[in-house]
């Protein structure tokens, strides 16, 4: 049973330039989060999807960053026009149910922002 | 407001034991985790505590203090692997979202 997967694992971008991230969740989960760490700081919630829903999007900045779970196909997020302030760590979980007891972790997309 | 603090780094020697404690400060409670996360690695699982008291796993246990909004991790016998980032979480059960606090580097000497 694989477990979360993310890609790219390392994403370079020039500054303007659009990131794409996806994250596969484990099978048989339909409930996505996504974290952003930057070095040395906590992971910050982003945002918390079902399929083809956002049930929680407070933590995502209200420009530039999107993000979806479709029906089919993997989770993403999406930032555009990207600046050096979002060079970062994003992980992405998923839990069977909505319980954050069972979030497991994909090992994470590492965006640098040049 | 909700706040999460730990220590940022601590020094342990091999074969000895650390406390790694977090005290935290929500509006909404509905347990408290603690993640192991490796340089450059996803953070895994490690414990979850919901009622006070104290929970063992092995070398690893975990304790908790609503009414003191406490909780601590303690790692026995310690071994040069356990040099990780431990992530002290909160769940708030107003919304299931789960505030991370920024973590304690752990460095384990020979």
Redesign the interface.
Known sequence: NAG?MQNPRHLVRRRGQEARLRCSPMKGHSHV?W?RQLP??????MV?LQKENII?ES?MPKERFSAEFPKEGPSILRIQQVVRGDSAAY?CASSES????E??????TRLTVT | GQN?DQPTEMTATEGAIVQINCTYQTSGF??L?WYQQHAG?????LS?NVLDGLEEKGRFSSFLSRSKGYSYLLLKELQMKDSASY?C?V?DDR?????????TRLHILP
């Open positions: 979360v989060y974290y040395e700081e906590g992971l910050k919630f918390y929680d933590g992980f909505g319980s954050p007891y979030q497991y972790f994909g090992p994470g | 999460i509905n347990g985790f690695e996803a953070p895994t699982f979850y992530l979480a769940s919304d299931d979202k789960i505030i991370f606090g920024k973590g």
